[in-house]
């Protein structure tokens, strides 16, 4: 009965119908208009504003060439060439792949000529970067004694050679460590901080632990240090030190502090090297000289 009263609301003449129909259709086209057309206004570029950008770009190409190709004026070893500094010297991915590769073969470059043979840089660049070559002393040596083989008139290379003297490590001073080829001013302080937290080096196998070390400069510390008398240091109490104090010492830290506690708890006192190898997370390889440093 509701429906039938109701009925006369859903009737529409013939006009009414055509203008619903109509009004759909328009709102169709809307919808349709707004989906395929971009409203948004694309500012206009004319011919000298496109000049312009052209020659901004290029400008911006020869800035980004003559930053790439600035460097700090330092000597340095091309052997030890970090990726990052390669690039700032302008040198290409694949010229620094070819360094690394000739490098992983344990081969040196001892000249600017190697250097441009084994990665294949421009004459150009090779220019701006063989001033600032840094060779060890014995790769010219090498090639003085080469030029005096043959020669008596150079009665030098018949000489005596010069005595190499060893230092002690834990009196090596930051100039004494700059030194040695592949260390520089960040490296260096690195060797005297880790030092420093250990009180003195009872080693040269401890220059191992120091990070961003490679073999071949390791090397040559073993070459020109050594460790003299043992450093004066305060012995760490293994078997009664706190996991607070054990956590200070450079090789231990709080994980491994507190494996200490739990094991001296469970197995008594700790006696030697022997046992430190039995604490869970404890450096095999380091027991030895990590025992130097404590007081049983």
Do not use: C
Request: hydrophobic share 40%.
């Amino acid at each position: 009965m509701v429906f039938k009263k109701n009925k006369s609301y859903f009737q529409f003449s013939k006009e009414q119908q055509r203008g619903i129909l109509g009004l759909f259709l328009i709102i169709i086209a809307i919808q349709m208009v707004s989906f395929f057309v971009d409203f948004k206004n694309s500012p206009k570029i004319n011919l000298e504003e496109q000049k312009w950008l052209a020659l901004n770009s290029e400008i911006n190409a020869l800035e980004n060439q003559q930053n790439q190709h600035s460097f700090k004026s330092y000597p340095f070893n091309p052997n030890f060439i970090t990726d990052y500094k390669g690039y700032q010297l302008g040198m290409s991915v694949a010229e620094l792949d070819k360094l690394q590769a000739f490098r992983k073969e344990n081969k040196y470059v001892n000249s600017a000529k190697e250097f441009q043979a084994v990665t294949g840089v421009s004459d150009s660049l090779l220019a701006v970067m063989a001033p600032y070559f840094k060779f060890p002393d014995w790769v010219k040596n090498k090639s003085m004694a080469k030029s005096a083989v043959f020669s008596n008139k150079n009665p030098a290379y018949f000489s005596k050679k010069e005595k190499l003297i060893v230092k002690d490590i834990n009196l090596a001073t930051q100039e004494d460590l700059i030194k040695i080829n592949g260390i520089g001013d960040g490296i260096s302080k690195r060797i005297l901080k880790f030092k420093e937290s250990l009180g003195g080096f009872v080693s040269m196998e401890q220059m191992k632990d120091v990070w961003g070390l490679s073999p071949e400069v390791i090397e040559q510390l073993n070459a020109n240090f050594k460790v003299g008398a043992l450093p004066g240091f305060k012995k760490i109490d293994i078997n009664n030190a706190s996991v607070k104090e054990l956590a200070l010492f450079p090789y231990f830290r709080y994980n491994l502090a507190r494996e200490i506690v739990i094991y001296r708890s469970m197995n008594g006192d700790i006696k030697n090297a022997s046992d430190l190898t039995k604490i869970k997370g404890m450096s095999i390889e380091n027991a030895n000289i990590i025992a130097l440093y404590l007081d049983f």
